[in-house]
């Protein structure tokens, strides 16, 4: 079965600092791996993928994720938080066998404070 | 492209009433999901279609939620009756090659 998993409900992190947001995954074949952000009142907008190749992935707004196979992780980074970067932010990975079915992690806080 | 489409944005209704969510998926895409997301249980997976076909209906709740795609550019997901813990965002999403994208949401609240 297909799962991911974002252990932190919640990160804080100061404006100009480094973030990470976790999040490991389980799946039975190759893994298909998505980052999404939801702002307040909206819906969820697309980051960043991994489907192959190099296991850093640059997406939107200067956010990177790193793939690491032997650790089942992809963890979202970014070198310099924003205040606006403050956001709902979902890891998923898509099921290889069913095409278009995704699986959504619990969902991570972040806070960026001035 | 406007995106994925659901209406209404916000909708109020007494509990016992039939309600209708709608979605227009962005052209051309080929798989359709109806998602439900509460501070409680995260974003779940109600039913996705693929080519206006319902392929997994294993997340829709009970049998008074039922969704329909009769066709490519429309979906509908029904509540009937609808209870007080159907309160909830409803989110649609449309992919095509593997890349979701979701509407805005439709905020449900039943009293």
Known sequence: AQSVAQPEDQVNVAEGNPLTVKC???VSGNPYLFWYVQYPNRGLQFLLKYITGDNLVKGSYGFEAEFNKSQTSFHLKKPSALVSDSALYFCAVRDGGNFNKFYFGSGTKLNVKP | DAGVIQSPRHEVTEMGQEVTLRCKP???HNSLFWYRQTMMRGLELLIY???NVPIDDSGMPEDRFSAKMPN????????QPSEPRDSAVYFCASSFRGLAFFGQGTRLTVV
């Not at chain 2, 490519?72 to 509540?79: D, E, G, H, M, Y």
Request: proline share 0%; no cysteine.
């Open chain 1, 24 to 26: 490991t995954y389980s």
């Open chain 2, 26 to 28: 962005i052209s051309g």
């Open chain 2, 72 to 79: 490519a550019s429309f979906s509908t997901l029904k509540i």
């Open chain 2, 49 to 51: 279609f693929n080519n």
